[in-house]
């Protein structure tokens, strides 16, 4: 067998795999960038700390506390300057300097842009750059006080100015409360004219007269045991409404009487017209005060103070008296003796045990005989108490630096209203009520007790004899305020009292309807007297 020859060649190189090449790769990178950043982060942190310390220099430099307490802060005196400069706009409108007005605040605009623009940047104020504008202001501000534009100048002009607008504001208040009142005495044309129509009716029929001569003889006019009502007043339309709206509400009006007393002027018409109506089988008795012989001056105080010539000038005279007495207590009608004759009732009528008392200026919309079945407790008068919500006490109505009223009366007793009175006229005889309102009246003859009205009397006179009754039957305000509408649903009497009556223009309106559905307008009178 043949011999292989000797293979002289040079032995092959082993081979590394391209895996562990890559990976060495790889790994050389990497440590590259291992070196590279912490080289970077050696370098970086004095560069950061360096950024943070500035930081916190600029926000120490803007710290607005320390800026404005610093006697040398540039933002405190122009923020000084603005205030001044804004009190100055104030007092040169006052003054009617517009044009200053206008010069000062464009430049506490452009003191603001500044302070606006410090305060974006995170740096202070510093002189230069506020040198213009604190220059300028300053300028407006000496301006200012060269006009004596100073505090004290104007504290003096503005105590001035404020006791001027207070003697215009009096001034406008006596004349709103004058020609209110006047609107509030007027007699509306139609009622005039109503007045007038039915006095020709009266004289041109004869059989009304008849009429009424029949009534005169009615024994339901004595009867103690129906419901005896009373009205004093002047006033046709007003005491229409106050029969009518009874007469309505009543579940049995052919118990009902009413006691009507006006004056001799309104007699005749006033006689026409309830002869004339029928107010559902209610009996109506008309009288006139001047048929009462016994109501002289000899033995009623308010006549005897007519007779004095101080008191005629103090109703009268319509002289002034410097304002030192408002006009509503000047009013005659508080001397008239449909107002007074409130006190005399027992004597008007002589025979009559109970009756209850209502203002012509109330409407009725409840049942009202369940008056007449409560009981008094021995006292004269029924009355809604009215020391709760905006109505008053004592102490309002009377002059309590008098010894009379300060020794007899209790500041804080509870007030009640007349309007709406259940009257014992038996027990009125018995304690002389009558006498007591005389003694009162002839001690206010110089008007130092009280100023005003029948109502100061009244609480003196029937002082611990009134008994308190539910509110519900006696709703007051009408005439002057805002009442709660769930009174008045529940109210059986509603009173107007007040200037604002219903039948006058200026009476408040969302109430005129609560009086105006108990008048008849397509009455052939009211119709031909403009009634609407």
């Known amino acids: ?287 006139k005060f001047e048929d009462l012989s016994w109501l002289n001056a000899s033995y009623v105080p308010v006549l005897k103070q007519l007779q004095d010539s101080e008191t005629q000038s103090y109703y009268f005279s319509g002289s002034n008296d410097g304002s030192k007495t408002p006009i509503k207590f000047r009013n005659p009608k508080y001397l008239s003796m449909l107002n007074h004759l409130r006190f005399y009732i027992p004597e008007v009528f002589p025979v009559l045990k109970k009756v209850v008392f209502l203002d012509d200026d109330v409407v009725v919309q409840k049942d009202l005989s369940g008056l007449f079945s409560i009981d008094l407790n021995g006292n004269v008068n029924g009355a809604v108490e009215t020391c709760m919500e905006t109505f008053h006490r004592y102490h309002k109505y009377l002059n309590y630096s008098h010894p009379l009223i300060r020794e007899n009366f209790d500041p804080d007793a509870c007030g009640w209203a007349f309007g709406m009175n259940v009257f014992d006229l038996v027990e009125w005889r018995r304690r002389n009520v009558t006498g007591i309102y005389h003694y009162w009246q002839e001690n206010n003859i110089d008007r130092t007790l009280w100023k005003l009205g029948t109502l100061p009397p009244g609480l003196l006179t029937f002082y611990g004899l009134t008994e308190p009754l539910d509110p519900s039957w006696h709703v007051l305000g009408l005439g002057y305020t805002n009442v709660n509408p769930q009174l008045i649903e529940k109210g059986a009497v509603l009173h107007y009292n007040g200037n604002s009556k219903p039948w006058l223009k200026i009476g408040m309106e969302k109430y005129k309807p609560l009086w105006e559905k108990y008048v008849d307008y397509t009455h052939p009178l009211l119709q031909r007297c403009n009634f609407h």
Request: with cysteine.
């Open 1 to 287: 067998m043949r011999r292989r020859a000797a293979d002289f060649r040079r032995p092959a190189k082993r081979r590394w795999p391209n895996v562990v090449w890559w990976t060495l790769c790889g790994i050389l990178v990497l440590l590259f960038i291992v070196i590279l950043s912490k080289d970077s982060q050696v370098e970086s942190r004095p560069s950061m700390s360096k950024r943070y310390y500035q930081r916190e220099k600029i926000m120490e430099g803007l710290n607005i506390t320390d800026e404005m307490l610093s006697p040398n802060s540039v933002t405190r005196q122009i923020s000084d300057q603005i205030s001044l400069a804004k009190a100055f706009v104030v007092i040169a409108k006052e003054s009617n300097n517009l044009q200053f007005a206008w010069e000062l605040s464009a430049q506490i605009r452009n003191s603001q842009v500044l302070l606006s623009n410090a305060a974006t940047r995170r740096t202070p104020l510093t002189v230069t750059e506020s040198e213009t504008s604190i220059r300028d202001l300053a300028l407006l501000l000496f301006q200012a006080q060269q006009l004596h534009y100073d505090s004290a100048t104007m504290i003096m002009r503005l105590k001035a100015r404020i006791q001027a607008l207070e003697e215009q504001m009096g001034s406008v208040s006596e004349k709103s409360s004058k020609y209110g009142q006047i609107a509030a005495e007027e007699i509306p044309k139609s009622l005039f004219c109503l007045g007038v129509r039915l006095t020709t009716e009266w004289f041109k029929r004869p059989n009304l007269q008849k009429l009424d001569e029949g009534r005169k003889m009615d024994a339901k006019l004595m009867d103690s045991n129906l419901f005896h009502f009373c009205v004093f007043s002047d006033n046709i339309l007003a005491t229409s409404v106050v029969v009518n709206s009874t007469s309505i509400n009543s579940r049995n009006p052919d118990k009902v009487v009413f006691h009507l007393v006006t004056d001799e002027i309104n007699y005749a018409p006033m006689k026409a017209w309830f002869n004339m109506n029928d107010f559902r089988g209610v009996t109506v008795d008309v009288q």
